[in-house]
């Protein structure tokens, strides 16, 4: 039972406009979320991340939105650039339920296109 | 720092053998974990461990078992291999404090088995 999903394996998105990137999860005992950020060879990097007590988190060019009803949470890049190029990664925990342990969506490859 | 370190890269080994994966970390995290991912599966929980001393089961942990001993390792055995545990395995750690919930991950163990 995947209990965070990323409906998306694959996103590509013109160089300078908006990628989004979205998330679901079935836990509502979820409070915590992340996403990471994968280039191939190496180990997912920490990007963002926002409480359920938030809605928006933002960082920069990355924008975490949380909808808590629709459990549902998405990640905005904008401008995109070529750099951006990489897996990314949905995370969610139940940290205020004493569970610090990270379940993982499954990915999506984002393409930015110059 | 060098942060999370995991040695090897790379291994192959043939069923029925048995090896340690190497994992350490020099920023004095409490939280440590292993990591697996395959192909459409994003990356599942194996075991963790939340200080010297006290490891605990992930989602997939049978065919591994790890310890504890020290604050700054963690390593992952393989007691019997299998062909289903060629698999990308990463070692992360996390502290407490700022920052709590962003796990830090090492660059992988690329593990095949015959």
């Known amino acids: 039972d995947q209990q965070v999903k990323q409906n998306s394996p694959s996103l590509s998105v013109q160089e300078g406009r908006i990628s989004i990137l979205n998330c679901d999860y079935t836990n509502s005992m979820f409070d915590y979320f992340l996403w990471y950020k994968k280039y191939p060879a190496e180990g997912p990097t920490f990007l963002i991340s926002i409480s359920s007590i938030k809605d928006k988190n933002e960082d920069g060019r990355f924008t975490v939105f949380l909808n808590k009803s629709a459990k549902h949470l998405s990640l905005h890049i904008v401008p995109s650039q070529p750099g951006d190029s990489a897996v990314y990664f949905c995370?969610?925990?139940?940290?205020?339920?004493?569970?610090?342990?990270?379940?993982f969506g499954t990915g999506t490859r984002l393409t930015i296109i110059p | 720092n060098a942060g999370v370190t995991q040695t090897p890269k790379f291994q192959v080994l043939k069923t029925g053998q048995s090896m340690t994966l190497q994992c350490a970390q020099d920023?004095?995290?409490?939280?440590m974990s292993w990591y697996r991912q395959d192909p459409g599966m994003g990356l599942r929980l194996i075991h963790y461990s939340v200080g010297a001393g006290i490891t605990d089961q992930g989602e997939v942990p049978n065919g591994y078992n790890v310890s504890r001993s020290t604050t700054e390792d963690f390593p992952l055995r393989l007691l019997s291999a299998a062909p289903s545990q060629t698999s990308v395995y990463f070692c992360?750690?996390?502290?407490?404090?700022?920052?709590?919930?962003?796990?830090?991950f090492g660059p992988g163990t690329r593990l095949t088995v015959l």
């Open positions: 920023m004095n995290h409490e939280y």
């Open positions: 992360a750690s996390m502290g407490r404090g700022a920052g709590w919930g962003e796990q830090f």
């Open positions: 995370a969610a925990s139940a940290r205020n339920f004493g569970n610090e342990k990270l379940t």
